[in-house]
Structures are given as structure tokens and as C-alpha cells.
């Protein structure tokens, strides 16, 4: 007898959930008391504007292109390496270039993080 596709589902989300609480919990002291320094506090910051520049960055590259609206979603959710963007952006069209804009940078996504991380670090002085 096999559960049922909902029951699955949700079961696995509330595993998700229990286990990213329990990360949360034993991690927050850390957390809090790392952002409180002030090399903890710029990393933070640079991180967060990065975060935000990439995505628009991205989109605005994709629009000056021309590339259509759906090929700029699924770029910008490959750039941020999210599959619930991903998601979402094929929720809303069933075009297939969403797909095949997440597929095109999901693989640099990887290497672009690994950059992002060294700058980050050389930013905020840690290194």
C-alpha cells in the first residue's frame, strides 16, 4: 500500500521543517553573536547587497538582450540557484524557456557563489 501523493508530500515538508528548526535552535547563539562583531555585521551586509544586485543585475542583462520574459525568469532563478523560483516562474507560464533559461545558469550558479563567498570574505576585511 503506497501513501498518498498529498500525505508524502507532507510528511516530507514537516521533516524539512523539524529539521531546519533544530538547525535554527542550536546555531542561532552563534549566528547572533557572529553578526554582532563588526566583521560579522560587514560580511552580513556585503552578502545582502550582493544578494540583491546579482538577481537585478541578472534580469536587466536579460532585458537589454531582449530576451522574452520567461527566458529572463528561469536566468535570474538558475543565477540564484533556487528551484523554488524555478517553480513559480513555470507555475505562471507553461512556457518551456523558463526551463531552459534556469538550465543555462544553474551549472555557473555554482562557480558564481564560490566567487561571491572569496569577495565577500576580501570586502569585509576577514582575510
Known amino acids: 500500500m503506497e501513501l498518498p501523493t498529498g500525505a508524502s508530500t507532507t510528511l516530507r515538508q514537516f521533516g524539512l521543517l523539524i529539521f ?3 538547525v535554527g535552535l542550536s546555531s542561532g547563539p ?3 553573536s557572529a553578526i554582532t ?3 560579522g555585521l560587514k560580511i552580513l551586509l ?3 547587497v ?3 544586485v546579482g538577481p537585478v543585475a541578472m534580469a536587466a542583462v536579460a532585458v537589454r538582450l531582449g530576451m522574452s ?3 529572463s525568469g528561469g536566468l535570474v532563478a538558475g543565477f540564484v540557484g533556487n528551484p523554488g523560483l524555478l517553480a513559480f516562474a513555470n ?3 507553461a512556457d518551456e524557456r523558463v526551463t531552459e533559461g534556469y538550465a543555462t545558469l544553474f551549472a555557473v550558479d555554482a562557480v558564481v557563489k564560490v566567487l561571491l563567498v572569496q569577495l565577500v570574505v576580501v ?3 576577514g582575510a
Open 123 to 125: 570586502l569585509a576585511g
Open 46 to 48: 556585503v552578502g545582502a
Open 91 to 93: 507555475g505562471r507560464t
Open 20 to 22: 531546519l528548526a533544530a
Open 30 to 32: 552563534a549566528l547572533a
Open 50 to 52: 550582493l544578494a540583491l
Open 69 to 71: 520574459g520567461p527566458r
Open 37 to 39: 562583531e563588526p566583521v
